[in-house]
Each structure stands twice: as C-alpha cells, then as structure tokens.
C-alpha cells in the first residue's frame, strides 16, 4: 500500500500546487480520492468527522441499484433470446445465454453514459475548480437503466450531455440542480427521438422485427382496451379486474403478478423487476441514503390514485354488464361495432361509464399499477434523489404522496405516456422547492407570532 | 416555574480518553496569556505596556467600543510581552507571573442587599463582566443592557469535555453567591440548567431545570431555545457555571480569583495524567502537559467538537474548562470510502456499522473524505434539537440574506450549536464558521 501511495504521490507532482498543470489537479485528485481517502485534517470547526461522505453516500446509492442492473441484464437478455429462439418462456433459455446476451446489451450504454457524462463533469470541474462530484457515479448508471435497450449510442450520447449541461451545470453543477439529472436524460431523449423512446415495438432487442414482441404491459393495456372484457367475458368489475392481466394479448398471456413482480416482462433495462427494486429500497432505506418518507409517500399516492380509478372503473363496468345482461348490446358490439353503441344514444354521465368499463387502465388494481412499468424504480431511485426532491421532512411526504399520485394520474389519463412516473417526478421537482417554501413558512410564522406575543406583553407591562 | 428539557435529537459521541474524577493542583504555570481573540467582536485598548508590573484583577486592556468592559490580570507579575500578529492586532498579553499572587482588593460585597448598579458596577471593574455572553450573537455581553432573562448551563453533554457538575458541586458557596449577584442584573430571572440528581438542583434565587437528552442538550442555547427562545431585539446573557463561581468568589473575599479546573482529556495523554487540574484563567499548556508533538497530536483547547487548536506554549482559552490531546489524523486510508468499513469511527449514517460496535471509539482529525457540494439532506436536523431548519438557515447565512436568517432563527443559535452539524454532515460544511459569520453580518448589520 505505501508503495502505491509513493508512486501515487510522484505521479501527482505535476498537479502541486504552483506546478505545471495545476489547473487540472480536480481531475488527478478525483482518481487519488478514489484510491485513498486523502490525508486531509480539520483545519476549522469540529475537530473530529464522521467517517460518512459524499462518495460513501453515492456508493450506497450504487450498491442498491446492482440487483436491478443485474438482473436488466439477464431480463433484457432472457425477453430477446426466448422470442428469437422460439421458445415457451423466458425461463427455457439457458441462464448464461440470457446474461451474456443482455450483458452485451447493456454494457455499451453504460460505458457511453458514464464516459460521456463524467467527461463534462471533469472539464466543469477543472473549469470551476472545484473537486470532482461524486452525484454522477449514480447518475451515469441511472440513465441507460431507464432507457429502452436498443436505443442508438449516439442517442443516449446526446441525452447523457443535455442533462449535465443543461439539466445540471447550468444551475450551477451538484447541489444546484432543479431536476432529476437522469430523469431529465430520459425526458429529452422521450420527446426528440419518441420512436426510440415509446411505442410497442422497442421494450425487447430487435423488438421491431416480426420475430420479436417488444411490448410492454402497459403499452398493450393503452392500446388494447378492450380485450379485457372480450376475453375475460366479465360480467363485473372484479372480474375485469383479474382477466385483464392474463389476457392483455397474444403474446404476453403467461403473465401474471408473480411475473410482473418478480420483473420477467420486457421494459426498460432494469426498471422491470420490483422485487430487484425492493432490494435496492431496502438498502436505501436502512443505510438512511434515501428518504423512506418519499419511498412510502410514493406507494401510497400511487394506490390511492389506483384505488381512486379502480373505483371508477368497476362502476363503469357494472353499467356494462348491466346493458350486456338486459341484451341492449352485446360485448362484440361494445368492442367492435361503434354504430351499435352510438345507436344506444348514451347520453351524459352513461356514455362516460361505458368508456371506463372499456378502460383496462381504469380497472387495472391498483396494487399491480405499483409494480408494472417505471413506477417503483421511479420512486425508489429518481424521487428520493436528495437535491431535486423537498428537503424538509414534512415536504418529503408531500412531495412522496403527489409524485405517485400523479404518476398513475397521467399513465391512466394519457396513454401516449405510459410513463407517467417520470414526468410525475420531473413536475414534482419543479414543485418540490414551492413544497418546501410553504413548510418552511410555517416555522417562520410561528416565530413571528412569538415575537408579536412578546411585544404586546411587554406593552402591557 | 421549572422546567423540565428532555432533548430527543442529537448524538453523544462515545470516545476513549476521559479525564478521572479527581481534582489535583497544577503547577504553576510560569507565563500566563489573556488573548483577545478569545472574546469574539471585542477590539482591545491597552492601558498597560510591556513590562508593567500587575496585580490580579487589575486591568490590562479594556473594550474600544464599550469602555466599561475591562479584561484584568488573573495572576500578579509583569507583563513580559505583547504579541501581535498581522495589521498590529494584539494576539496574546503575557504575563510572567510572581511565586504567590498579590490581588486588587475590591472589598466584599453582599449582592442581595447591595445596590443593583453598585453589584454591575462591580463586576464590571474586577474584569468579571467578559465572563458573562450575550445572545444573540454569542459575544460578550454589552455594559448598557439589561438582559431579558440570564442562563447558566451546569449540564455537560460535549464529548470529553471537563463535568461542569463535578467542578461546581465543590464550589457551591461562591456558585450561590455568583447567582445572587447575577439575579439582581436582570428584571427577569436566572435559570440554571442542571443534569439529574445533581446538587446544583438546590441553588435559590433562581429557576433550576432538569436537563437530560444527548449532545447538545448541555449547550446553553439549547435550554435557552426550550425555555424562554430569544426573539428579535430581546438579549439573553449566559454564562459558565465555573464562571459563576468566580463572580461569586468575588463578592464573598473581595478579589478576583480566576481559578479554572480544567479537565486534561484524549487518548493521547497517559492514562496517569487524564485527570482534572486546578489551574489559573490564562495557564500555559506547558504546565498542564510538556514535549507534545504537534505533528502528531492536536492539542484542542476546550472540546474536540468546538475547541480551539493551540501551539504547544500557548494558553488556554479564557472560557475553556478542558483541554484536549488526540491524535492527528494526516494518513491516508486505502478506499476509505467503502461503505461498511472503517467502523470504528462513531457514526449516525447508515453507510456505518458503528452501532454494532459499542464500547468507546478512539477518534483522530481526519476530515474522512473532501468538501463537497450539498447534497444529502436531512441528517442536520438529527442532532439539533431546535425548531429551526439547520442547512435552511445555513444557506441563507452563506448567501447573506439578512431577512432570511432573521425568519429562520438566526437570534437563537450559537456556533456551538452547530458543532455536531460539523461533525456529521457529509459534504464536510464547516457549519459553525458559516454560523459564525451569518451572526457577524447581523452584528454589522442589524447591531
């Protein structure tokens, strides 16, 4: 160990102070630091430290993503290889293949993501001269974790530098942020290039060829409404409810919670699996890197939105049974046949509940909402982000309880965004120091009602 | 109407090194300094030179923009130098001290019957008056006011740092007198925040609390905060409870015994020595402690979480009741950073297994990583029990926005407040030089 360090601190001559390349010591300082913790003492304030800093805290933060990146990397590879091949289930391609084959998926993005992104970090940090932050190192592998996997190189590239320049940098670098960096990746790469970023075909490698589905469950729920009711022949919302699932559509029919929990459905690299992402939860929560208040908060905004739709969607599913039951129309017609249903002359609030005994997303439960699409990862590993999120206690709840609750608000409402927690999170950002003003006021104004009691007690006296 | 304080929030470090429950005389210190630094915002006017002779109690300079405060000799000798640093600021006056001190007779004084102005005017002459701090601001308290209300914290959380309780208990006579004299500065009342079943608790002329919870409960700003919180342009005086005792010493003989025992603390005095010492304000680290290495041992006057490091011959801070040796910590450590690791080190995160460990920690001056941006939040709430936003209030110090700190709470804390803020935020924030300097804008701004 002391000859590295010998040879360390010899390679770091040139980087002194008041040497040659000077300047460039954040960049030589951030690979030394990485080594050793350095030898700095307290020269001011407390004389002793706790042994936690940022990097520990950013490794944490990375500790608990690896189940989920893993086990990306086996899905991504397991979903292609098992279409490809022709094969029953995800479950029959050999674990190895599967791994491989995602690994070499993956890994390109990640090594683009990070090279890309710590590259502008590096030359901001020189520029600035500051020390090199450590917020990327989970950044950079956040990003190609919320991607689809066959997004081009270049693409993620150019997401990767928006969200440093513009998402970060621009406000001032680590710390300053308004929005979720990673988040912020995704959000540019979802409007500028939306074929690459949306739609049925891209959740699988190659997933635009014949031979491969590349759709998710909750692509196939948007678009195919109405299969539920056909297939499940439900005569009640419960019903609606649990056939939905099972058969959303030809090619995701062996699916069922189990599935969806344990994450073996096509999506974004590592966003699939809940229980991955339960891991990583409990990881942050126990090591106090991430807010369990947000993580909870999120969860319960989330079902309470799912309960608040489900409820709407079982009363319109009465109403379809009733108009099935008493023969006015048949469920073929209801699907298929528009001028059926327009010759009902549905008026008002029944038209209404047609439409959302139609809606598989209004009937989807709510607790299956928590754990399909990029709704947990979303609030277990983008909402808890300590700078973009509210920073008092109080504002952690609320701003937990709205991201989830929008997050399911605008995947039901809105189709054309399936993933609805990430704009959730990225509107909650913006709200989050508006959150925080309000809580905040609270304790000022209790302080100025104490000064006013004192003033007016001291008159009277 | 006593109160009780149970503080909930905070962190007792648990470290290796306390001083033994046992008082033994000190030696002599042969040069004794008074240090104007030590009295924050003061700019001292000398009224003595170099080589003058001195008596105890007698004065050496006085404040340049409160001329009443006085700062006087504790020993009798000659001043033998005054040292400056830079732009002629006065850093230290010695004092080569006599054999036996000879002192400024003030004559005694009853507080209870005497005058109140007669009792202020007393303490100011004797040089006593910088022994009693104004909050807001955390300075020596102007000769003009009148306080809202005067606390004395006998309670002592900081780590390492010498018992007030044990110094005072043998001291109780001069303490109640000390109390006494203060009770008559103030139309409101003296409160003294004690630790359970301590025999502080039976004090008169003054409203005694019972203080429990962890670091910082024993911070005065804290019982302040819980019993009666500073609002704008009301002032709060706080004092040592030591320092009550010299107030009161000084009513009941007449002269001003500056007597300090001080706690010599940390792993890096022998075992024998870790005891407590009776000493004179001003005593040199030398006659406490001899041949200290400072590249290797930090010698802290006071606490490890607020104290001032010291030169080998320096003395002690005027307020300060410990003084402490641990060990510098300029080493490198192989991926220190590795969660999980590096246990020993007491921690509140959870990246730490310390918890696990229990028992007592040795503990160095390494800063255990580099500053960085703010990142992290929520764990300076942990360990500041107050109804204030710690990192809210922090950053408006930072940016100066005088109105800002002002809603947040900046009358009601102190720098000390802040010193575990210090000591477990992640990006390494010198939370206390931020807080200080937030209270100096104010000073310069608000007044």
Redesign the interface.
Request: charged fraction near 20%; avoid cysteine; hydrophobic fraction near 35%.
């Given at each position: 160990m002391k000859w590295v360090r010998n040879r360390l601190d010899q390679l770091r001559k040139p980087f002194e102070p008041g040497e040659k390349y000077e300047k460039f010591a954040p960049a030589i300082n951030a690979f030394d630091t990485f080594l050793f913790t350095p030898n700095h003492t307290t020269k001011k304030g407390a004389h002793i430290r706790d042994v936690v800093d940022l990097k520990r805290t950013m490794i944490t933060v990375v500790l608990a993503l690896v189940p989920a990146l893993l086990f990306g990397m086996w899905n991504n590879g397991a979903q292609y290889l098992y279409q490809e091949r022709g094969l029953a289930s995800v479950f029959d391609v050999p674990f190895w293949d599967a791994f491989l084959e995602g690994a070499i998926l993956v890994l390109p993005l990640i090594v683009v993501s990070y090279v890309v992104g710590l590259t502008i970090e590096f030359i901001f940090a020189i520029y600035r001269g500051h020390e090199v932050n450590e917020g990327y190192l989970v950044t950079g592998l956040l990003i190609p974790m919320i991607f689809p996997v066959d997004i081009p190189l270049w693409m993620l590239a150019l997401s990767v530098a928006f969200a440093v320049l513009i998402g970060k940098e621009a406000f001032g670098g680590t710390g300053m942020n308004i929005l979720n960096p990673a988040l912020t990746a995704r959000a540019f790469a979802f409007f500028a290039y939306p074929l690459y970023m949306s739609g049925n075909a891209i959740w699988v490698h190659n997933g635009s060829t014949d031979a491969v589905s590349g759709e998710t469950i909750l692509g196939s729920l948007a678009s195919n409404r109405f299969d539920g009711v056909v297939s499940g022949g439900a005569s009640d919302a419960v019903a609606f409810a649990s056939s939905s699932v099972t058969e959303v559509s030809s090619t995701l029919s062996s699916l069922n919670f189990s599935d969806m929990f344990m994450g073996f459905i096509p999506g974004s690299v590592s966003e699939t699996s809940a229980l991955c992402i339960a891991i990583g939860a409990l990881i942050l929560i126990a090591t106090k890197v991430g807010s369990w208040r947000i993580i909870i908060g999120g969860l319960a905004g989330g079902a309470a939105m799912g309960l608040i739709f489900n409820y709407f969607g079982g009363l319109g599913g009465e109403y379809v049974s009733e108009l099935v039951n008493s023969g006015q129309i048949t469920l073929e017609q209801i699907k298929n046949d528009a001028g059926a249903v327009a010759a009902l002359e549905l008026g008002g609030w029944d038209a209404t509940l047609l439409e959302l005994g139609k809606n598989q997303l209004f009937n989807f439960p709510f607790w299956q909402h928590l754990v399909v699409g990029g709704f947990a990862f979303g609030i277990v590993f983008m909402a808890t982000d300590p700078v973009s999120a509210a920073q008092t206690l109080k504002g952690k709840w609320i701003y937990g309880i709205l991201a989830g609750f929008f997050g399911i608000m605008i995947r039901v409402f809105n189709p054309a965004y399936p993933e609805g927690i990430m704009l959730a999170i990225l509107l909650l950002n913006v709200f989050a120091p508006t959150i925080d003003h309000y809580v905040i006021q609270g304790n000022v104004n209790k302080r100025k009602k104490r000064l006013k009691k004192a003033k007016t007690q001291l008159q009277a006296a | 109407m006593s109160k009780d304080i149970r503080v909930k929030k905070g962190l007792n470090?648990k470290l290796k090194g306390e001083a033994d429950k046992s008082i033994v005389d000190a030696p002599r210190s042969s040069i004794y300094a008074i240090k104007p630094l030590d009295f924050h915002a003061v700019v001292p006017k000398m009224v003595l030179k170099e080589g003058a002779r001195v008596k105890a109690g007698e004065v050496i300079f006085y404040s340049k923009y409160d001329e009443p405060v006085k700062f006087v000799a504790p020993v009798s000798g000659t001043i033998s130098e005054i040292l400056r640093g830079a732009k002629r600021r006065i850093l230290e006056v010695r004092i080569m001290a006599d054999a036996v001190d000879e002192f400024v007779e003030f004559g005694k004084m009853d507080p209870m019957t005497a005058d109140p102005a007669a009792v202020k005017t007393r303490i100011l002459e004797s040089g006593c008056w910088p022994f009693i701090i104004q909050r807001p601001y955390d300075i020596v308290a102007s000769a003009e006011d009148a306080p809202k209300s005067i606390f004395i914290s006998a309670y002592t959380t900081a780590p390492l740092a010498g018992d007030v309780d044990f110094i005072v208990s043998g001291k109780m006579e001069a303490f109640q007198a000390g109390v006494n004299a203060l009770s008559r500065l103030t139309d409101g009342k003296v409160h003294v925040g004690v630790g359970k079943k301590s025999a502080l608790g039976s004090i008169n002329n003054a409203e005694v609390h019972t203080v429990s919870g962890p670091h910082p409960a024993g911070n005065v700003g804290i019982q302040v905060h819980h019993v009666d919180?500073i609002?704008?342009g009301?002032k709060v005086w706080v004092l040592g409870a030591e320092d009550v005792a010299i107030i009161g010493n000084l009513f009941l003989t007449g002269q001003f015994k500056a007597e300090r025992i001080v706690a010599l603390a940390g792993t890096e005095v022998a075992d024998a020595d870790r005891k407590y010492y009776r000493t004179i304000i001003g005593a040199n680290v030398t006659s406490l402690v001899k041949n200290v290495n400072t590249t290797e041992t930090?010698i802290?006057s006071g606490d490890?979480?607020?104290?001032d490091?010291l030169a080998s011959d320096q003395a002690l801070n005027f307020y300060h009741n410990t003084l402490?040796l641990?060990p510098?910590?300029?080493?490198?450590?192989?991926?220190?950073?590795?969660?999980f690791t590096?246990?020993n080190?007491?921690?509140?995160?959870?990246?730490?297994l310390?918890w696990m460990k229990g028992g007592k920690s040795k503990?160095?001056?390494?800063?255990?990583?580099?500053?960085?941006?703010?990142?992290?939040?929520?764990?300076m709430?942990e360990v500041l029990p107050m109804?204030?936003?710690p990192?809210?209030l922090i950053k408006a110090c930072m940016t100066g926005d005088i109105e800002k700190m002002e809603?947040?709470?900046i009358y009601e804390v102190a720098p000390e407040d802040f010193?575990?803020v210090?000591?477990?935020?992640?990006?390494?924030l010198?939370?206390?030089?931020i807080i200080r300097l937030g209270l100096d804008l104010m000073i310069t701004e608000v007044g």
């Open positions: - | 470090l919180p609002n704008f009301e930090r802290i490890v979480l607020t104290g490091k402490t641990i510098e910590g300029n080493e490198y450590a192989l991926l220190g950073w590795l969660p590096r246990n080190i007491p921690s509140i995160s959870g990246t730490s310390s503990v160095d001056t390494n800063l255990n990583g580099e500053e960085r941006a703010l990142v992290v939040t929520g764990e709430e109804d204030i936003y990192m809210q809603n947040l709470g010193a575990l210090d000591y477990i935020n992640t990006s390494k010198e939370a206390q030089e």
